[in-house]
């Protein structure tokens, strides 16, 4: 199947752990994003990558970091998880998006619900 | 404040009848506006794009509008069915975004026998 795919599904951990979501797409986009969505359904960008390179990084904490080893893959680190990190992180891809006003439309994964006790 | 606002918060609608959905947007000026289709533990997937310059545009049963005069869009779903029951995302892109996009909260229909 051509999609978006991220591992796990769910997640449940113990504050201060570490931990890792992996995401894959097998589309052939140049352009990989990792959202949060928190209790009240909404979506926020938190990283895009393009090519494997950091293009969009907004104020989240520095505890996360995503990792690109290659254009198909965005994975992300949380260190020291905290309890306000629950929620749901969905990664997405799309063909490069330019600065001209052109659009791609983003697939997303399935996301992976993260809960910390 | 959100940039992006959608009412009503929720919906419940019969099996064949028809519904609209509205969006109001702040974000100026703005490249495109999408609508979202988000099933239950699941992500979104994208029902329609539509640029700064299009007024319409459908997607099977679904038929979304766009004023930018206004700054609104809606999405209608005509002869709901089941299957439609889901949240609907409104999202807006400024130019220059690199695909940062802004989501509204969505509304969530429900849609009975």
């Known amino acids: 199947d051509t999609a978006v795919s991220q591992t796990p599904k769910y997640l449940v951990t113990q504050m201060g752990n570490d931990k890792s979501i992996k995401c894959e797409q097998n589309?052939?986009?140049?352009?990989m994003y990792w959202y949060k969505q928190d209790s009240k359904k909404f979506l926020k960008i938190m990283f895009s990558?393009?090519?494997?390179?950091?293009?969009i990084n907004e104020t989240v904490p520095n505890r996360f970091s995503p990792k690109s080893p290659d254009k198909a893959h965005l994975n992300l680190h949380i260190n020291s998880l905290e309890l306000g990190d629950s929620a749901v992180y969905f990664c997405?891809?799309?063909?490069?998006?330019?600065?001209?006003?052109?659009?791609?439309?983003?697939?997303f994964g399935p996301g992976t619900r993260l809960t910390v006790l | 404040k959100n940039q992006v606002e959608q009412s009503p918060q929720s919906l419940i609608i019969l099996e064949g009848k028809n519904c609209t959905l509205q969006?109001?947007?702040?974000?100026?000026?703005?490249?495109?506006l999408r609508w979202y289709k988000q099933d239950t533990g699941r992500g979104p997937v994208s029902l329609t794009i539509?640029?700064?310059?299009?007024n319409t545009k459908s997607n099977g049963r679904y038929t979304a509008t766009l004023d930018a005069d206004t700054k609104q869009s809606s999405l209608h779903i005509t002869a709901s069915q089941l299957s439609d029951s889901a949240s609907y995302i409104c999202?807006?892109?400024?130019?220059?975004?690199?695909?940062?996009?802004?989501f509204g909260a969505g509304t969530q229909v429900v849609v009975t026998p």
């Open positions: 997405a891809s799309s063909q490069e998006e330019g600065r001209g006003g052109s659009y791609n439309e983003q697939f």
């Open positions: 589309l052939g986009h140049d352009t």
């Open positions: 990558y393009n090519n494997k390179e950091l293009i």
């Open positions: 969006c109001n947007y702040t974000v100026s000026p703005f490249s495109n």
């Open positions: 539509m640029t700064f310059s299009e």
């Open positions: 999202v807006v892109s400024p130019p220059d975004s690199w695909g940062k996009l802004q």
